[in-house]
């Protein structure tokens, strides 16, 4: 079994459908399981593409689990408040496009199911699988450990610019632990000090102009797509080179990879 782990799509799904043509390229559906790390359909121009997508695929075989991210929260609490009678203009615009977008293309049904399915995942772990591994949308307190870290935690956790990310205070101790949630500009490997990967983040900032990235886990590969969407400098949280990563496969030991500190 390939357990294929695709970052944050946040609403870009022509990005989606242009990487799942490489997985199906490369992979058949009966062997293979495509773990999606959550922000599935909020800030993108098409989150009606994310929902076919997904459910094409399903159609066709693949099996997909769902992680929550912290944006599913926040549009299922912003289709509850419509439901319950808030008008539309009340609502953060984020939320209040997204929506908008999925009632035009008659998606809004399937979106909530969608969202509803992934908040019962906020931790993804493939039993029995090798290598082992954990998928979580932001990632977790090392001081309390996986099983402690309070769900909120879990889908929310990112440094301050004069703090250490979450995975520089990691020491690998509870195997590799793949999130998103901060955009970097190509995936980080963290590897402990006996060079185990222990942390991979793989949101690589489509939705702000990077690129789109999935990780298979047992063939330690990486593909990537390059984001359609405009390079937004005020959002950007880091500087994009054009050259930086390819737009098809390559090894994850290419990826930038630091030892972590203990």
């Given amino acids: 079994m390939n357990h294929l782990v695709i970052g944050d799509i946040h609403g870009c799904g022509r990005e989606l459908a242009a990487l799942v043509e490489m997985i199906e390229a490369a992979y058949r559906p009966e062997s293979s399981c495509l773990v999606l790390l959550g922000d599935l359909f909020t800030k993108g121009p098409a989150p009606e593409l994310v929902v076919r997508e997904i459910r094409r695929l399903r159609k066709q075989g693949w099996r997909i689990e769902l992680v929550c991210g912290n944006h599913e929260i926040r549009l299922l609490g912003a289709i509850g408040r419509l439901r319950g009678g808030v008008e539309a203009r009340r609502l953060d615009r984020i939320e209040r496009e997204t929506i908008e977008r999925l009632v035009e293309h008659g998606c809004l049904e399937q979106a909530f199911t969608l969202l509803l399915e992934a908040t019962q995942t906020i931790e993804y772990r493939a039993a029995g699988s090798h290598p082992g591994f954990t998928v979580v949308h932001a990632g977790?307190?090392?001081?309390?450990?996986?099983?402690?870290?309070?769900?909120?935690?879990?889908?929310?956790?990112?440094?301050?610019?004069?703090?250490?990310?979450?995975?520089?205070?990691?020491?690998?101790?509870?195997?590799?632990?793949?999130?998103?949630?901060?955009?970097v500009p190509e995936p980080v490997l963290v590897r402990s000090e006996d060079g185990a990967p222990c942390v991979l983040n793989l949101d690589t900032g489509c939705v702000l102009g990077g690129h789109l990235s999935c990780y298979d886990v047992e063939s330690d590969l990486i593909f990537q797509v390059r984001s359609q969407q405009p390079i937004d400098a005020r959002r950007l949280e880091f500087a994009l080179s054009p050259t930086l990563v390819p737009t098809s496969m390559r090894s994850a030991s290419d990826a930038r990879a630091r030892t972590s500190v203990g």
């Fill in 140 to 183: 977790f307190e090392p001081s309390l450990g996986l099983e402690a870290t309070p769900d909120h935690i879990k889908m929310h956790i990112k440094a301050r610019k004069d703090e250490r990310d979450w995975w520089e205070r990691y020491d690998g101790s509870e195997g590799l632990v793949i999130c998103g949630h901060k955009p």
